[in-house]
């Protein structure tokens, strides 16, 4: 059963499911004779994640697919938030490409080719990134038996800042994963509001804005509301919609942080009581607003069944 999305992997999805930062990411890191055959004003984002469900505290993924050579080549982006490199991430990978493979197939009965698959990692990395690299001894009377594919490392701990490649929005993106566990997360995301100031779409930078505040006060546990008020009167240029912002962030950010609490209560308490609930009761009661909450919770000490608690 999937757990609660960590702030890791709800801050890379809201991000990297935007077009204009994943194709500028992907035009950033894509090789440049892949590139120059690829039309990326095409890509589209696929809901569809191969990421096992004891995975996804650590673990996030998002499938692209945009037209090649007139076909289909299907991107696929992984993302760790670790402190340490994954030795057998090649050996996850090829479940990863049996299962998009299988579900290719389901989608396309007709078709009697696969699409080609370009994989990209993130995280720090000392591991191998080519498969055969995994099997030892691999005598080369073997070689033609064993899988031969790598991937694509994306490593956003090794660069320096000025090297964190993109536009504006992309490389925000970036630092502030690379930046949530900094040993100094105010200042950092001082810097990080300084870049929001350069976004031209004043709605994008206000969903931007959002996204990034809650992200370092869920994520790095050392960011909170009140830091939060004064670094953004400190930070903001005076403009009537940031200021509203911050005024709507702070009401907003502190009941949407007592009703998760409250959601996450009650579907530990559904768990113990009845077992793992369904995807369909987790939704309902993640969607659920904090006094619909209250009366379940209050409902889950007499009833005897999960429909009981949800009536």
Not at 9 to 28: G, P, Q
Not at 182 to 187: G, K, L, R, S, T
């Amino acid at each position: 059963m999937d757990s609660i999305a960590s702030p890791h992997d709800t801050f890379f999805r809201e991000s990297f499911t935007r077009s204009e930062v994943a194709r500028d990411f992907l035009c950033c890191q894509l090789p440049a004779a892949l590139l120059a055959e690829l039309d990326l004003t095409t890509l589209t984002i696929g809901k569809d994640s191969y990421v096992a469900s004891d995975l996804r505290t650590a673990y996030s993924d998002l499938a692209y697919r945009v037209a090649y050579r007139g076909e289909a080549l299907n991107v696929y982006l992984l993302f760790e938030h670790k402190s340490w490199a994954e030795h057998w991430t090649a050996l996850q990978l090829l479940r990863y490409i049996a299962a998009e493979g299988e579900q290719y197939r389901k989608q396309h009965p007709k078709s009697r080719h696969l699409p080609p698959v370009i994989y990209h990692g993130e995280r720090p990395w000392q591991a191998p990134t080519a498969f055969q690299d995994l099997v030892k001894p691999l005598p080369d009377s073997l070689v033609p038996f064993v899988p031969s594919f790598g991937y694509q490392l994306v490593d956003l701990s090794g660069p320096t800042n000025a090297e964190i490649k993109g536009r504006v929005l992309t490389r925000l993106v970036q630092l502030a994963m690379r930046w949530v566990l900094d040993a100094q997360p105010v200042e950092r995301l001082r810097e990080l509001l300084a870049l929001i100031d350069q976004i031209e779409d004043r709605d994008t930078a206000v969903e931007v804005l959002e996204s990034l505040l809650r992200y370092f006060v869920q994520g790095t546990e050392r960011v909170d509301e009140p830091t939060v008020r004064i670094l953004l009167q400190q930070t903001s240029t005076g403009e009537p919609i940031m200021q509203t912002f911050i005024d709507r962030y702070i009401e907003q950010g502190i009941n949407q942080g007592q009703r998760l609490g409250e959601a996450t209560a009650l579907l530990r308490q559904i768990e113990r009581k009845f077992g793992p609930p369904s995807d369909s009761v987790r939704e309902r009661v993640l969607a659920a607003d904090s006094d619909t909450l209250l009366e379940w919770l209050d409902r889950i000490l007499v009833a005897e069944s999960v429909e009981a608690v949800l009536h």
